[in-house]
């Protein structure tokens, strides 16, 4: 895992926050169906284009404390040789930010998911995913310390419903003890197939809230892209942006947090 931290002066914890997660597709703008056949070259080769769309995508990120970003490039031969999650977090000027490499491709292709923070993560992990085919992880940032610490998990789940089913496993063994929660990213299932998981739903009770159609991007009909939170914390609203960065829509939530979690998050810093 790679990382950055800039040094900024300290400040008290944010009773509230704002969360955003969004599946990248490496930055390819997929706009049809017949795009995954016709643009499939650029998952290979890099586009003049793609700075471009980093860039805008980096001005929306600006608005939010903390990012999940899944398919991203760590800096291989496709991307022009560019970490996005490093330069996203240098453009909307996030001073932390952690890579997690999950496929290594060489110089062809890294393919990674992505954590961007306005504020200071007291320890950072991450986590292979099970699964035939290697390639999926799991990023874990707690926020605090103690019991109520806050506790975020930035995933990236597998196509096929018997491979997803271990993973949901996997993290439900991470999060079961924890007491505030955000598990959130592609996690390549609808509400209604997270509910029929019961592990998972008993060690992250789930809000009554319908998540947004995030997928495809261009005519939305899927909730694949997912904020879930624990019941100790309270969304004050979840929504879907009309970005059509990717093949995904990406979805954001605010946040507020309870008193005894930001007296755990005393110490960590909020820097601008």
């Known amino acids: 895992m790679s990382n950055a931290t800039a040094a900024a002066p300290a400040s008290r914890a944010p009773r509230s926050l704002r969360l955003l997660t969004c599946n990248l597709q490496v930055g390819i703008h997929t706009s049809a169906y017949h795009h995954y056949l ?12 793609r700075q471009g ?13 903390i990012v999940g970003l899944q398919e991203v490039d760590g800096g291989s031969f496709r991307s022009g040789h560019v970490n996005q ?3 996203l977090a240098a453009r909307a000027e996030f001073p932390h ?5 999950n496929r290594n491709l060489g110089r062809v292709a890294q393919h990674s998911n992505g954590l961007l923070s306005r504020l200071t993560p007291h320890q950072v992990n991450e986590y292979r995913l099970p699964g035939t085919l290697p390639g999926r992880g799991a990023m874990h940032a707690r926020f605090g310390e103690g019991p109520d610490a806050l506790h975020l998990v930035v995933a990236h789940l597998a196509l096929g419903h018997r491979t997803r089913t271990r993973q949901l496993d996997y993290l439900s063994e991470i999060i079961q003890p924890l007491r505030h929660v955000v598990v959130m990213g592609d996690l390549n299932c609808t509400p209604d197939q997270i509910k029929a998981h019961q592990r998972f739903c008993h060690a992250l009770p789930l809000h009554p809230v319908a998540m947004p159609l995030s997928y495809p991007a261009w005519q939305p009909r899927r909730a694949l892209d997912h904020i879930l939170i624990s019941e100790a914390l309270h969304a004050e609203r979840f929504e879907v942006l009309d970005r059509l960065f990717s093949d995904h829509l990406p979805v954001a939530v605010d946040i507020q947090l309870p008193t005894a979690c930001l007296r755990s998050m005393s110490d960590t810093h909020r820097d601008s």
């Open 38 to 49: 016709t643009r499939s070259w650029q998952h290979v080769l890099p586009h003049p284009k």
């Open 53 to 65: 769309r980093l860039d805008l995508i980096a001005d929306m990120l600006r608005d939010y404390d």
């Open 85 to 87: 999650v490093e330069y």
């Open 97 to 101: 930010y952690y890579q997690q490499l």
